[in-house]
């Protein structure tokens, strides 16, 4: 049974901060991986994806991928409370196949 | 991305009784998507509709229980039946595009939060 782990939070910063997101994956053969954001009562929105190891940096946002240690990482620069959302990471249910297990989400709270 | 269009937007509905979700993208899809987000859980897949073929169901999730209709590329329909209180959940339409990496990228609709009473 493939997992997707992800601390339930609520992760609590200050403005101004970096907020670290993580998530961790049983799959060793996942390729892609996604974040999605999901504000309160809306639907999840794509946010990032990222498939080599390393750092992917879209503006305030860097995803941070580890496949030998099997976890992926989203990191909010200049956290914002327009920022506070729950934050879910999904990972590849098969190769090669467009079923994604989402984990549970983080959900994050940006303090004024 | 696809813009898609989602309706009711929520509901309150007798138990026993049946609720069909629209789904409509502004553009034309091979794979459409159908999942469940119960309170304070995950999103967990119910089915893939395919133009012109039956849905995919998930295991955990069957056809007489969750019909799905997909009469052509931008359309789909989800009818959740004989509901329970348990059926109380979010139901969510969604596309997916291939990005860089070959993953696929859900765009979602807005959702139904269906409430069984």
């Known amino acids: 049974q493939k997992e997707v782990e992800q601390n339930s939070g609520p992760l609590s910063v200050p403005e101004g901060a970096i907020a670290s997101l993580n998530c961790t994956y049983s799959?060793?053969?996942?390729?892609?991986f996604f974040w999605y954001r999901q504000y309160s009562g809306k639907s999840p929105e794509l946010i990032m994806f990222?498939?080599?190891?390393g750092d992917k940096e879209d503006g305030r946002f860097t995803a941070q991928l580890n496949k030998a240690s099997q976890y992926v990482s989203l990191l909010i620069r200049d956290s914002q409370p327009s920022d506070s959302a729950t934050y879910l990471c999904a990972v590849p249910g098969a190769s090669g196949t467009y079923k994604y297990i989402f984990g549970t989400g983080t959900r994050l709270k940006v303090l004024a | 991305s696809a813009v898609i269009s989602q309706k009711p937007s929520r509901d309150i509905c007798q138990r026993g009784t049946s609720l069909t979700i629209q789904c409509q993208v502004d553009s034309q899809v091979t794979m459409m998507f159908w999942y469940r987000q119960q309170p304070g859980q995950s999103l967990t897949l119910i089915a893939t509709a395919n133009q012109g073929s039956e849905a995919t169901y998930e295991s955990g999730f069957v056809i007489d229980k969750f019909p799905i209709s997909r009469p052509n590329l931008t359309f789909s329909t989800l009818t959740v039946s004989n509901m329970s209180p348990e059926d109380s959940s979010i139901y969510l339409c969604s596309v997916a595009r291939v990005t860089e990496g070959s993953g696929y990228g859900y765009t979602f609709g807005s959702g139904t939060r269906l409430t069984v009473v």
């Open positions: 799959d060793r053969g996942s390729q892609s």
């Open positions: 990222i498939y080599s190891n």
